[in-house]
């Protein structure tokens, strides 16, 4: 058997894809650097798609829960499983798109700022830094 590196996901690109199969799945790879803090944008799923991710040494990372991001503990390539186990029979089909991002590449803005803009498709990303003052 001959082995096939996984498809590339880079950083701010939409990841469209389907599971047209029960029991198929589809997997992509990313770099990422210890530290790193990524935020899994999930712009549409049809049926109950599940997402796996794998850190460089095959430990489960990410179990279907991306709400607040993750700060990776390791530097290589990362790996995400899509399939239709979510609903426990394995039998789920449907398509995805999905994309990831890089918070330190949000863009920085002070607080009592207005963010003007508009939100066509996913989730913008901000960020702001805090100072915390602590009272006796």
């Known amino acids: 058997m001959e082995w096939t590196p996984l498809p590339a996901v880079f950083l ?16 992509f790879g990313f770099s990422g650097v210890q530290g790193q803090k990524i935020y899994f944008d999930h712009l549409s799923t049809e049926g109950n798609l599940h997402f796996d991710v794998y850190s460089p040494s095959d430990r489960l990372v990410v179990d279907n ?6 700060t990776l503990q390791e530097t290589g390539t990362y790996e995400i499983v899509i399939d239709g186990q979510e609903d426990g029979t394995g039998e789920t089909t449907g398509n995805y798109k999905f994309r990831l991002l890089n918070k330190a590449d949000s863009p920085l803005i002070e607080l009592d700022t207005d963010a003007i803009g508009t939100f066509d498709h996913g989730e913008k990303l901000y960020r702001f830094n805090q100072f915390l003052e602590c009272f006796s």
């Open 12 to 27: 701010g690109d939409t990841v469209f894809g389907q599971i047209s199969v029960p029991g198929e799945n589809d997997s």
């Open 65 to 70: 829960n991306w709400h607040t991001g993750i």
